[in-house]
């Protein structure tokens, strides 16, 4: 059974930083692209960034020179860390596998 498991979420004053983590497992996923979106209530969910097996990333222009996605392979581990954050930050992050895989969402909350 394919898993996806995100972690780190949290409160944090706006201008800190977060990391979020994503453990995948009941499949290989080194091979496969793998990111973050994010949920408002209300709204749709909206990418945040991905990035690719070869580790190829793709940013929100709302999120680039703050986020950075990495992964590491060899524990089928996607990352986020989120810096100077902002109030509009605020969401449900959800983690992202190819083809259509989906974690269970962790709360992030920015104060200002």
């Known amino acids: 059974q394919v898993q996806l498991v995100e972690s780190g979420g949290g409160l944090v004053q706006a201008g800190g930083s977060l990391r979020l983590s994503c453990a995948a497992s009941g499949t290989i996923f080194s091979n496969k692209a793998m990111g973050w979106y994010r949920q408002v209530p209300g709204a749709q969910r909206v990418l945040v960034a991905t990035?690719?097996?070869?580790?190829?990333?793709n940013y929100a222009d709302s999120v680039k020179g703050r986020f950075i996605v990495s992964r590491d392979n060899a524990k089928n581990t996607v990352y986020l860390q989120m810096n100077s954050l902002k109030p509009e930050d605020t969401g449900v992050y959800y983690c992202?596998?190819?083809?259509?895989?989906w974690g269970k969402g962790t709360l992030v909350t920015v104060s200002s």
């Open positions: 992202w596998a190819m083809p259509n895989y």
């Open positions: 990035i690719t097996n070869g580790g190829s990333t």
